[in-house]
């Protein structure tokens, strides 16, 4: 495809919102900590070794081989899990027998914590072999449980006990007012379309762009995020790639309807949720800032994701986060690496105590594939959206 279709494509994406709010939102709140604790913190708290075996390396795991392939460098996404790291403990359980030697070259620079991430990652590909072929939960469990070991031997747990979400910060009181309907619209489709019920033509999720499928439902940037993170996830059913059949049940349950390419974000909390993830909005504290919130999220295995939008403009948009590094001068602004239709890019944040709505985006890599005329060019306003483990 020229570059003229596909900013013609991108345009029908991103140009074209239905007015009006998905969330209701207290104008006279305002965003504060010491608030009451969060599903997601109850949860980290009640067991943090079982939530690192169970819901955060896998991701990390599965998220740093995304990011390799994109040629970016997934070391900082274990900053959180290095901190915690007991280089004593671990080599006395080596030394014992208890943990087997890791058959590949260690992952971080020769470092015994390279060591203990190399059998993290072997056994993350075991887990991710068995869920692929289908065998019985009995048998993931065992993968499940050599990570257990992994996090007894190698994880300092009064480190883990502190690195879970920031305990003096609650919810934010304030909910944005964003668009009805994400991503803009297409003509009206006929029922059914060819790839309604094709479970065997297959995409890889983090190369999605605009004009790839023929279904029925097309929940857009909402479906690509959404998916792509799910697989990172290791949620039941999605593997690295989505199949036409995939794509279109899965945009149905984000409030897609026919003819429209559009999801909905409010659908995305049942989704979740189904799968024991709460959503909550990353925000900017005294104590904590909304970059700072968000990458913690990320470095803790949660899915995160940026969405784009400005209450006064009908152009929206929203991508999964990959990577977030902190301004080393000021933690309220951080670079954003996400996944924009197909592609790794960056976009800068700038938070703001001001901003309940949210903080600002600028420099979008990649605005330049947009229309004249979006503030995708150039600047808006955006919000870190987090789904973290809430249940079992």
């Given at each position: 495809?020229?570059?003229?279709?596909v900013?013609?494509?991108?345009?029908?994406?991103?140009?074209?919102?239905?007015?009006?709010?998905?969330?209701?939102?207290?104008?006279?709140?305002?965003?504060?900590?010491?608030?009451?604790?969060?599903?997601?913190?109850?949860?980290?708290?009640?067991?943090?070794?079982?939530y690192?075996?169970?819901?955060?390396?896998p991701?990390?795991?599965?998220?740093?081989?995304?990011l390799?392939?994109?040629?970016?460098?997934?070391?900082?996404?274990?900053?959180?899990?290095?901190?915690?790291?007991?280089?004593?403990?671990?080599?006395a359980?080596?030394?014992?027998?208890?943990?087997?030697?890791?058959?590949?070259?260690?992952?971080?620079?020769?470092?015994?914590?390279?060591?203990?991430?190399?059998?993290?990652?072997?056994t993350?590909?075991?887990?991710?072999?068995?869920?692929?072929?289908?065998?019985?939960?009995?048998?993931?469990?065992?993968?499940?449980?050599?990570?257990?070991?992994?996090?007894?031997e190698?994880?300092?747990?009064?480190?883990?006990?502190s690195?879970?979400?920031?305990?003096?910060?609650?919810?934010?009181?304030?909910?944005?007012?964003?668009?009805?309907?994400?991503?803009?619209?297409?003509?009206?489709?006929?029922?059914?379309r060819?790839?309604?019920?094709?479970?065997?033509?297959?995409?890889?999720?983090?190369?999605?762009?605009?004009?790839?499928?023929?279904?029925?439902?097309?929940?857009?940037?909402?479906?690509?995020?959404?998916?792509?993170?799910?697989?990172?996830?290791?949620?039941?059913?999605?593997?690295?790639?989505?199949?036409?059949?995939?794509?279109?049940?899965?945009?149905?349950?984000?409030?897609?309807?026919?003819?429209?390419?559009?999801?909905?974000?409010?659908?995305?909390?049942?989704?979740?949720?189904g799968?024991?993830?709460?959503?909550?909005?990353?925000?900017?504290?005294?104590?904590?800032?909304?970059?700072?919130?968000a990458q913690?999220?990320?470095?803790?295995?949660?899915?995160?994701?940026l969405?784009?939008?400005?209450?006064n403009?009908?152009?929206?948009?929203?991508?999964?986060?990959?990577?977030?590094?902190?301004?080393?001068?000021?933690?309220?602004?951080?670079?954003?690496h996400?996944?924009?239709?197909?592609?790794?890019?960056?976009?800068?944040?700038?938070?703001s105590?001001?901003?309940?709505?949210?903080?600002?985006?600028?420099?979008?890599?990649?605005?330049?594939?947009?229309?004249?005329?979006?503030?995708?060019?150039?600047?808006?306003?955006?919000?870190?959206?987090?789904?973290?483990?809430?249940?079992?």
């Amino acid at each position: 495809m020229d570059s003229t279709s596909v900013n013609s494509q991108l345009f029908v994406v991103v140009s074209l919102f239905a007015v009006g709010a998905c969330g209701q939102t207290d104008n006279g709140g305002a965003s504060v900590e010491n608030g009451p604790t969060t599903p997601s913190r109850e949860f980290y708290e009640s067991d943090p070794a079982h939530y690192w075996a169970q819901y955060g390396l896998p991701p990390l795991v599965r998220q740093s081989r995304d990011l390799e392939e994109a040629g970016l460098d997934p070391e900082s996404l274990f900053d959180t899990v290095a901190e915690a790291f007991d280089e004593g403990s671990f080599a006395a359980a080596v030394e014992s027998g208890s943990l087997p030697s890791p058959e590949a070259e260690p992952t971080a620079n020769g470092a015994a914590f390279g060591v203990w991430r190399a059998l993290v990652e072997q056994t993350v590909a075991v887990l991710d072999e068995l869920r692929a072929a289908n065998v019985d939960e009995g048998q993931q469990a065992e993968a499940f449980g050599q990570l257990r070991v992994l996090v007894d031997e190698g994880l300092n747990p009064a480190i883990l006990a502190s690195v879970g979400p920031n305990p003096n910060k609650g919810e934010s009181e304030t909910t944005p007012i964003l668009p009805a309907t994400w991503c803009g619209f297409d003509p009206a489709a006929t029922e059914p379309r060819p790839g309604d019920a094709d479970p065997t033509t297959k995409w890889p999720w983090r190369k999605i762009t605009p004009d790839l499928w023929d279904t029925t439902y097309d929940a857009a940037c909402v479906g690509v995020a959404t998916g792509a993170c799910a697989a990172k996830l290791g949620l039941p059913g999605f593997g690295p790639e989505a199949s036409c059949e995939q794509w279109n049940d899965l945009s149905k349950r984000l409030g897609a309807t026919p003819g429209e390419d559009a999801g909905s974000v409010p659908e995305m909390w049942p989704f979740f949720a189904g799968h024991g993830y709460c959503g909550e909005y990353a925000f900017d504290g005294p104590r904590e800032s909304a970059c700072e919130q968000a990458q913690k999220a990320t470095q803790r295995g949660c899915d995160v994701f940026l969405l784009y939008f400005d209450p006064n403009s009908p152009i929206g948009h929203m991508e999964m986060v990959d990577l977030i590094n902190l301004d080393p001068a000021d933690d309220t602004s951080c670079t954003v690496h996400t996944l924009s239709w197909g592609e790794s890019h960056s976009v800068q944040y700038d938070g703001s105590f001001l901003d309940t709505d949210g903080g600002r985006f600028s420099k979008k890599e990649d605005g330049n594939r947009y229309p004249a005329g979006s503030n995708l060019r150039t600047t808006g306003t955006a919000k870190f959206l987090m789904f973290c483990p809430c249940k079992q």
